[in-house]
């Protein structure tokens, strides 16, 4: 193949190469290593210790899929924290939301912020806006210093290696239950039902065991491995399936729309299967 590739291995097994323009940014930060990359086909990339995390052409899906279902199932998501995600596009439309009156943004690595802010703007745009309230912080110690304060929390993580593992512990699911008000809602991003075979389920029966309400839904993120993702969902009262499709509220949206809502939680029987 002529010219310069990226490679990320997905798995042992699976890869994925994207043809590069020109590398803009390379640094290592306390906690990770850092590229942007201009790639012909997905455009500008963000990749963390060389796993693809955000590009400019497909991230409107992950990043309304990550928000909007839970913003949309509480009737009034006044209050929102963002675990994770300082590239800025779960909070991009989280502030969209005209029910929300504050956006917390935790992350631990704040270079993953001013990386973004310069190099992925129209990702990370947002994160001036007066409604955002940044911290960088880890997102464990955050969510084990807070209780009964959250209307909705979104973790936007990377992948269960690493620093990010703890995202995935069951006990921290507990916490995550412990900083929402008693009406709250979490979404978690989970990974490929192809490839995480295991992770999926486990996940799900982790979030079941202690939110009334669990749902997985799915969506099609291209540079993800697999291009089918998932996001599990904890909600202590209402039911992402048994809200009224009139009351989404209209905001400027690529991908998720009203019918989308209910449709990302219709799972083929392949899926269903791995979560019985
Ligand atoms: N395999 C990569 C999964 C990354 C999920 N989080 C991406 C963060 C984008 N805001």
């Known amino acids: 193949m002529k010219g310069l590739w990226f490679t990320e291995d997905q798995t042992e097994r699976l890869r994925i190469s994207l043809k590069i323009k020109e590398t803009l940014h390379s640094e290592k930060s306390q906690f990770q290593t850092l590229d942007v990359v201009d790639t012909y086909e997905f455009g500008r990339m963000l990749l963390l210790d060389g796993i693809i995390m955000t590009t400019i052409k497909d991230e409107f899906v992950y990043h309304e899929m990550i928000t909007l279902p839970a913003l949309n199932t509480h009737p009034n998501p006044k209050n929102v924290l963002v675990i994770g995600g300082g590239d800025g596009g779960a909070i991009r439309e989280i502030v969209k939301h005209p029910k929300v009156e504050k956006a917390t943004l935790c992350e631990i690595d704040g270079r993953v912020i001013e990386v973004s802010k310069k190099y992925l703007p129209e990702i990370a745009g947002s994160l001036d806006h007066p409604k955002v309230t940044i911290l960088v912080d880890d997102g464990i110690k955050h969510i084990k210093e807070n209780r009964n304060k959250y209307d909705v929390i979104c973790v936007d993580s990377t992948d269960p290696i690493g620093p990010a593992v703890g995202l995935f512990a069951k006990e921290f699911y507990q916490g995550v239950y412990d900083a929402l008000k008693g009406d709250g809602i979490f979404v978690a991003q989970t990974e490929s039902p192809w490839v995480n075979e295991d992770l999926v389920p486990r996940i799900f029966r982790d979030v079941q065991s202690i939110f009334p309400i669990t749902k997985l839904y799915l ?32 905001i400027n949206t690529k991908y998720y729309n009203p019918t989308i809502h209910f449709n990302a939680f219709d799972l083929p029987p392949f899926v269903q299967d791995l979560l019985r």
């Open 219 to 250: 969506a099609n993120v291209p540079t993800y491995p697999t291009g089918m993702w998932s996001f599990t969902m904890g909600s202590k009262k209402y039911d992402p399936l048994k809200i009224d499709k009139d009351s989404i509220v209209a």
